[in-house]
């Protein structure tokens, strides 16, 4: 068994719930009172999201990075 590595990120809503969510996985992310809830509730996401999405066919997709988009706005 080999382990396989994933970016999260975390953000913090106004209420102060933790979201953390995995950038290279579609849908997989998930919230909790503290970031160590959140991570568990990840952990049991990201491994449910693995079982459509075999780990091999993952193995390509890597993370580019964060860039900020400035608009005008109204």
Known sequence: MKNLYFTV???QD???IFIGSIPTIQSCYAQGKTQE???KNLDEVLRLCL???KPD?????KFIGIQNLEIAYA
Request: proline share 0%; aromatic share 12%.
């Open 57 to 61: 066919n993952l193995e390509n997709t």
């Open 9 to 11: 990120y975390i953000e």
């Open 14 to 16: 106004e209420d102060g």
């Open 37 to 39: 809830e959140m991570f």
């Open 51 to 53: 079982r459509n999405n």
